[in-house]
């Protein structure tokens, strides 16, 4: 079915500096890389161990610190119990405050507590002294809840709130001194937990360093790998990428085992089969079309001898005549679509673009009384097959006249641009439906409007073989009871078959 649109309509068609026939649905390189299978699986191994490694740094700072929490009350226990061991050892028995006081001296000249740790020791309610002298602001005597702490009666731990110094907060452990079942004193063990918590969190810190560098050579490491692991699917789309109706010889190479080299072995399996059943198809139609051309040769001939005494048997045998002659066009152009698939389809030579275009202008009006309009030609010489091309524009110039009136205009055109040499045809005709714009390029298709239509079905694919075979295409710009352009577009820099 043809038609005709507005030369504005005509040159919205794609144009980039080298066009390329349509892309097949398992061409996704044009994607880019974030549409790789393997970027899809990086990312989701990213997400997954960055959400890990994400939650388990609070759990590491909150394991790490409570680790600190109980060595410190464990070291803060052991210093206690060395005091009153020391205390029940002692060679002068304490029986008095006044023993104590000189026992607590002399043990505070020989022992020294882990850093950050303090002894300070009470006696009848007063602050004596401490063990290390020097004590942080938080633990000095105007700062420590003495009255309290003296009335505790056993063992108590717990923690002081620093408000005067940058130490944090204080770890503390009391237990009384007793002497003759009578307390006559406190020991106190104090810990300031700032320095232990900033190794604390020097530690999580180193974590989250080491974290980082150990998740980015994991993912480094994964890309590589899930590269390796999806060669045989790259593989696959490579070969499924260079399959054609011309080519059905590819295959994977297939080695070892598990589900990818099933997959290949399947493929392979899937390819010779589709290329036995094409090469049948081609066979069988090329064997039948020449098959075919003997019969109706002979009986044409005939016919033609016959001699016929009525009108009636006139008729009769001129019909007969038609019919053939349809039925030898239809066998010819079969011929050609199997002949299209060869390597030695093309006689390839340089076209000087302005002059074929003329030359074309010149054989399309004799194909019917149309408004006839030579639109434009371009300037370029490019390799092609003269008659092939000029056979595909005929068939377009016929297309058109068949979807025409008397009144309706088709113009001839071409043009140089891009590196694309394009030859259209555009007529003022109905139009071609939105639904069949894609059926019409298949073999024996046509039109949904067939009114005025009685061809085989095989002029637009037989155009479309012979674009293909220069390694161009078919563009279709259409509106419905406006009419249409339909395009070869043929890359000036196309290889030439012989």
């Known amino acids: 079915m043809m038609g005709a649109i507005h030369a504005s309509t005509f040159m919205v068609l794609p144009k980039s500096p080298r066009p390329q026939r349509p892309q097949s649905p398992l061409d996704l390189s044009h994607r880019g890389i974030l549409w790789e299978a393997r970027t899809k699986i990086l990312l989701v191994f990213a997400i997954l161990i960055l959400l890990f490694v994400g939650s388990s740094i609070p759990v590491f700072r909150q394991i790490t610190l409570r680790r600190v929490d109980e060595r410190v009350r464990k070291d803060l226990k052991d210093d206690l119990e060395f005091f009153f061991e020391s205390l029940e050892n002692s060679r002068r028995p304490v029986q008095t405050a006044d023993d104590l006081i000189a026992f607590i001296d002399d043990f505070a000249e020989n022992f020294l507590p882990e850093d950050d740790n303090y002894l300070v020791f009470l006696v009848n ?278 979807h025409t009136q008397i009144v309706d205009e088709i113009t001839i055109g071409s043009s140089a641009r891009d590196g694309v040499v394009r030859l259209w045809v555009r007529d003022t005709g109905d139009g071609v439906p939105q639904g069949d714009r894609e059926r019409i390029f298949q073999r024996f298709e046509r039109g949904s409007n067939t009114v005025r239509s009685s061809g085989s079905g095989l002029g637009l694919s037989i155009v479309k073989a012979k674009a293909k075979a220069h390694g161009g295409w078919i563009e279709l710009a259409s509106q419905e009871g406006k009419g249409s352009t339909f395009t070869i577009a043929i890359p000036m820099n196309n290889a030439e078959r012989t």
């Open 125 to 402: 309610g007063q602050y004596l002294r401490s063990d290390p002298e020097t004590l942080p602001a938080a633990l000095e005597p105007s700062q420590l809840p003495i009255a309290e702490w003296t009335q505790i009666k056993t063992a108590t731990q717990g923690t002081l709130e620093n408000s005067v110094g940058d130490e944090g907060e204080i770890l503390f452990l009391i237990k009384p001194i007793q002497t003759n079942d009578v307390i006559v004193g406190t020991a106190i063990a104090a810990h300031t937990v700032a320095g232990e918590q900033e190794e604390a969190l020097e530690a999580v810190s180193i974590f989250i360093y080491m974290s980082i560098g150990t998740v980015s050579v994991a993912l480094l490491l994964a890309w590589v790998a899930t590269g390796q692991v999806l060669r045989p699917i790259q593989t696959l789309t490579r070969t499924a990428r260079n399959i054609s109706e011309t080519d059905l010889s590819q295959r994977l190479p297939v080695g070892g085992g598990g589900e990818m080299a099933e997959l290949g072995r399947t493929f392979n399996s899937m390819m010779s089969r589709l290329q036995t059943a094409f090469e049948i198809q081609r066979k069988f139609i090329r064997d039948m079309s020449h098959e075919l051309r003997t019969p109706i040769t002979i009986v044409r001939g005939h016919l033609e001898l016959m001699e016929t005494s009525t009108e009636e048997q006139d008729e009769t045998v001129e019909l007969s005549i038609d019919e053939l002659d349809r039925m030898s066009r239809f066998v010819n152009d079969l011929i050609l679509l199997a002949r299209s698939e060869m390597p030695n389809f093309l006689d390839v030579a340089p076209i000087e673009l302005a002059s074929f275009t003329d030359e074309l202008f010149i054989k399309a009006k004799v194909f019917g009384d149309r408004k006839w309009v030579l639109e434009k030609h371009g300037d370029a010489t490019f390799n092609g097959d003269r008659q092939r091309l000029t056979g595909a524009v005929m068939n377009l110039v016929e297309n058109a006249v068949r």
